[in-house]
């Protein structure tokens, strides 16, 4: 297990890669197949005519049939593949929505739905991403989740009604680590081209079946004429053999599909266990599913498409070939090996008891500040957060003041709290900002804004970002207008003294980073750079500027840049000063660094970690920088721990 | 030869018009969900509200014995409001239930309103911890219902624009959308004025 998150999303790549030429293939296979096909139905419609002793295959060879045949498969396979991919493309709430999905409130009330959103934010905040929205299945009774989106910023995760309710504290948090594991896996990814290809090839099969009817139902009412009634048969042909055609190309695509995420099925049913270090929990909720009538099945029509993206299996009656997961005993055994075959009598509903996860030993700013771990040690935690990180996000949530947690889990007062957060310590700046606040914002989010300021002063540093991180999901929705006026009061609230501050640009790029991909569907970032050499000047500029941030004096910051060119292993890379160095430039090096390969992020968050941990302390400003650039990469690199 | 590719083009055509009917089909019931969940929004606020009133009345009935009236006509205008709220949470959809909400909100504000401007002939009560705290709450509560509403009648413009145009609105019908939904508007006047305590 020597593969790290890098080389997974690597490996997620050139899976699909391997996935489309696979497709390709069957494509191809698909072409030949049809142009048989017309060939024969051609020829024999000739065969009268020439009253010779058998069909004529001499079509075979002609151009026009070919290019006919070739031309029609690629526009009905590859326009299906498009359309449905396109249409995913939307993000993980279509999927989400079309399963019946209601999204949920982050200020719900409901005991159950608070304890699921509470498990998800822990996690959210350990793994070092933001907070998925969370979508509840509510007319599913059976215990089951699924995670979709195209990227890990634009995933969502489903829960069913009867997973909300019948699973302990611990059974939904290894559920929830477990979808964790295929967002920071690059399942999603696979899973929604998986949907799109044998969308296409599902066509075919439809396209046959609606020849058919359609001869069939002129056939009848041409049965008269002779002529016409010749040309039926062929067409009838044609249709029953696309038929054919299409059910082999579904039946062998499912089969792709199912052995597909049979494996990855497993891999997160382990990564679940590496997270949360409780085997107990997720084995606890494959044993619940196992005891329960409806166990893991899916009611909903859109199901059997997302079969393989769910948390247990979804549809019925599939033979193990087909089955998208492995069987329920063999999960449970590679968890539990003592595990004794039996399923517990599941007891419906039992309310979930609201006590705390973490122990009531307070917020300590154990991570963050004071020693860091070396480089490699940091990002080998990236993808793959543990239950010390875990454990850190606990009490860190439970160390929020109520008003804060309640603030931030609604639209209305997640804005203000945003506000508040990036008004100045400088009482004549925070004065211009308020005077702006209350001018442009809404009268009641600017009351709201000052209601917070007495309680927002007393944060821990560190606890800053993460306030903000679980106030996204309540600012998703936002609706586009509310959103623009948003986004015009933190710009105006982060211009207003002129020079940028660390934090507050660290904040506004992890809150636009998110709410911009999810207001103005911006597409999920390509690939651009496969070599480092190219990308010099960003991380030049960027690791320049996380020098002069950590420390104070040149000399100091010159050996955190060296350390960091070491690590990053560009000899020539030349420190900026801090003139040059403007936070600007910075968003515009992160949009070029967003668009490298997942190895090369690895070499510049590495330099970025060495960076920080050349003179063996963090700062807050390091910690919160880090994780902004994390986030502008798309990389979930959970909180660095102190030692 | 060309029948056939007559027909294989008219198979195109058709494929490409089912892909553009499912697409808007789902479409529609993407923005109607979205409405739905905005309603979500709006009813956990709403409810808030309705929480808040009982003890409003418990704390006003010590001061305020001579305007058993008013006290009465605001717990009537909550429990129609209550039910109202119960009525259009089950579909966010139907603008009948929509109206009867708006009316009854507006309602709950005007009585509330009333009932505000009766306590301040009272100076203990407006005076009174509870009732500052009270008051406060209200009005932050009306906030956000004024906020979340704005989110709901902004997704349902959506909906609604979006029936109504080309092409989805040769289909809408055919999918169970052809009916707009309702703005939500509260009748009556804005409570924001109202509950104000002034020091």
């Known amino acids: 297990m020597a593969t790290d998150f890098f080389d997974r999303q690597d490996a997620a790549r050139r899976n699909t890669t391997r996935l489309v030429v696979l497709f390709v293939l069957a494509v191809l296979a698909i072409m030949v197949s049809i142009h048989v096909l017309l060939a024969g139905a051609l020829g024999y419609l000739t065969y009268e005519e020439r009253a010779a002793d058998g069909p004529d295959w001499s079509l075979l060879t002609d151009p026009g049939i070919a290019l006919l045949a070739f031309a029609g498969t690629l526009i009905v396979v590859g326009g299906g593949s498009l359309f449905k991919v396109a249409q995913l493309r939307g993000g993980g709430r279509v999927v989400a929505e079309q399963l019946g999905g209601r999204l949920l409130n982050p200020d719900t009330a409901d005991p159950s739905e608070r304890q699921l959103m509470n498990v998800v934010e822990e996690m959210a905040i350990a793994a070092g991403t933001t907070a998925p929205p969370v979508y509840l299945l509510e007319q599913e009774e059976g215990i089951n989740a699924f995670a979709a989106g195209f990227t890990p910023d634009g995933a969502v995760i489903g829960v069913t009604r009867g997973a909300a309710q019948r699973l302990s504290r611990d059974e939904l948090q290894g559920v929830i680590a477990h979808e964790f594991s295929h967002i920071l896996n690059g399942d999603m990814r696979l899973n929604i081209r998986l949907i799109g290809l044998l969308h296409g090839i599902l066509i075919i099969g439809m396209l046959g079946y609606f020849v058919l009817r359609m001869t069939a139902f002129s056939g009848g009412r041409a049965r008269r004429s002779r002529d016409q009634g010749n040309a039926a048969l062929p067409m009838l042909a044609i249709g029953a053999g696309l038929m054919v055609v299409g059910f082999f190309g579904t039946f062998f695509g499912n089969l792709i599909k199912a052995a597909v995420s049979r494996q990855r099925e497993f891999l997160a049913d382990a990564a679940a266990v590496q997270f949360t270090r409780q085997p107990d929990g997720i084995a606890g909720a494959l044993k619940k599913i196992g005891g329960i009538a409806t166990g893991s099945t899916i009611q909903s029509p859109n199901a059997p498409e997302a079969s393989h993206m769910f948390f247990g299996r979804a549809t019925s009656g599939f033979s193990a070939l087909f089955s998208t997961h492995p069987p329920l005993g063999d999960r449970i055994r590679r968890i539990d090996p003592s595990w004794d075959g039996t399923f517990p009598e599941a007891a419906p509903g039992a309310p979930p008891v609201s006590a705390s996860h973490a122990a009531a030993t307070g917020f300590a700013p154990g991570a963050g500040t004071g020693r860091v771990a070396s480089a490699a040690q940091a990002l080998d935690h990236v993808g793959r957060p543990t239950e010390a990180h875990i454990d850190y996000a606990a009490r860190l949530l439970d160390s929020l003041p109520d008003r804060i947690r309640a603030a931030a889990h609604e639209p209305y007062g997640a804005r203000a709290l945003v506000y508040t957060l990036l008004l100045d310590r400088d009482a004549e700046m925070r004065r211009k900002q308020l005077q702006h606040l209350e001018r442009a914002a809404d009268p009641g989010v600017f009351e709201e804004t000052l209601r917070l300021v007495p309680i927002v002063a007393q944060l821990q540093t560190l606890a800053r970002l993460p306030v903000a991180e679980i106030a996204l999901p309540a600012l998703r929705q936002l609706t586009a207008n509310q959103y623009r006026l948003f986004k015009q009061n933190v710009a105006v609230l982060v211009e207003a003294d002129e020079n940028i501050d660390l934090f507050e640009w660290a904040l506004q790029r992890i809150l636009l980073h998110d709410l911009e991909a999810h207001h103005g569907g911006v597409a999920p970032p390509r690939v651009r750079h496969h070599a480092l050499a190219p990308l010099q000047p960003q991380c030049e500029l960027l690791l320049s500027v996380l020098a002069h941030a950590g420390h104070r004096d040149a000399q100091a910051a010159g050996k955190a840049f060296e350390a960091a060119r070491q690590t990053l292993g560009l000899p020539q890379a030349r420190m900026l000063d801090t003139g040059e160095a403007d936070l600007r430039a910075l968003d515009a090096a992160l949009t070029d660094l967003e668009q490298a390969a997942p190895q090369i992020k690895r070499r510049v968050l590495e330099a970025a970690v060495a960076c920080i941990a050349a003179d063996q302390q963090m700062t807050a400003t390091e910690a919160e920088l880090l994780r902004a650039i994390s986030a502008s990469l798309g990389v979930p690199m959970p909180p660095l721990l102190g030692v | ?199």
């Open chain 2, 1 to 199: 030869m060309s029948a056939l590719v007559t027909l294989l083009i008219l198979v195109a055509v058709v494929v490409v018009l089912g892909a553009i009917v499912v697409g808007i089909y789902n479409k529609l019931v993407t923005y109607r969900n979205r409405y739905k969940n905005a309603f979500a929004q709006i009813e956990v606020q709403l409810k808030r509200r309705h929480d808040l009133i009982p003890n409003l009345v418990e704390t006003v009935k010590g001061y305020m014995s001579h305007e058993r009236g008013t006290l009465e006509a605001v717990v009537a205008a909550r429990n129609q409001a209550v039910g109202g709220l119960q009525q259009a949470a089950q579909d966010p959809g139907n603008a009948e239930a929509i109206r009867k909400l708006g009316a009854a909100e507006g309602a709950l504000s005007s009585t509330l309103g009333r009932l505000f401007a009766l306590s301040e002939n009272y100076p203990d009560l407006k005076a009174s911890q509870n009732m500052l705290q009270l008051g406060e709450e209200l009005r932050s509560t009306e906030n956000k219902v004024a906020f979340a509403r704005q989110a709901f009648n902004d997704s349902v413009t959506q909906y609604n624009i979006y029936r109504q145009t080309f092409p989805a609105v040769v289909f809408a019908g055919m999918f169970g959308h052809g009916q707009d939904a309702a703005l939500l508007e509260f009748e009556g006047e804005p409570i924001q004025q109202v509950p104000k305590v002034s020091f």
